[in-house]
């Protein structure tokens, strides 16, 4: 069975920082790209960053470009997102993903085949 699980949210002050992991878990994806988004209660999930298969190519919302950092290590079928100078607008449900689509990066949900279950970052001002 494949599983992405998340950990790492939590309630922070603004301008705070925080890391969320992501380890997947039944097969690996290191030839996918893999990717982070967040919601907030009654919007649609938005796209905050992606990564390339090999972690040669990022991508990000503008809304967090120079804010937050993707990353991912192989040998521990994870991928990170380094979160620092947190806003209140920051706040909400941050989800992993994974596609399965080989190569390519991608910021549509359409692409992303295997989802967590969500970490909940909360950011106070």
């Known amino acids: 069975q494949v599983r992405l699980v998340e950990s790492g949210g939590d309630s922070v002050q603004a301008g705070d920082s925080l890391r969320l992991s992501c380890l997947a878990s039944?097969?690996?994806?290191?030839?996918?790209?893999m990717a982070w988004f967040r919601r907030v209660p009654g919007k649609e999930r938005q796209f905050v960053a992606a990564?390339?298969?090999?972690?040669?190519?990022?991508n990000y919302a503008d809304s967090v470009e120079g804010r937050f950092t993707i990353s991912r290590e192989h040998a521990k079928n994870t991928v990170y997102l380094q979160m620092n100078s947190l806003k209140p607008e920051d706040t909400a449900v941050y989800y992993c993903?994974?596609?399965?689509?080989?190569?390519?990066?991608?910021?549509?949900?359409?692409?992303?085949?295997?989802w967590g279950q969500g970490t909940q970052v909360t950011v106070s001002s």
């Open positions: 039944g097969r690996t994806f290191h030839s996918n790209a």
């Open positions: 993903a994974a596609s399965t689509i080989n190569g390519g990066i991608y910021s549509n949900t359409d692409q992303y085949f295997y």
């Open positions: 990564i390339n298969w090999n972690g040669g190519s990022t």
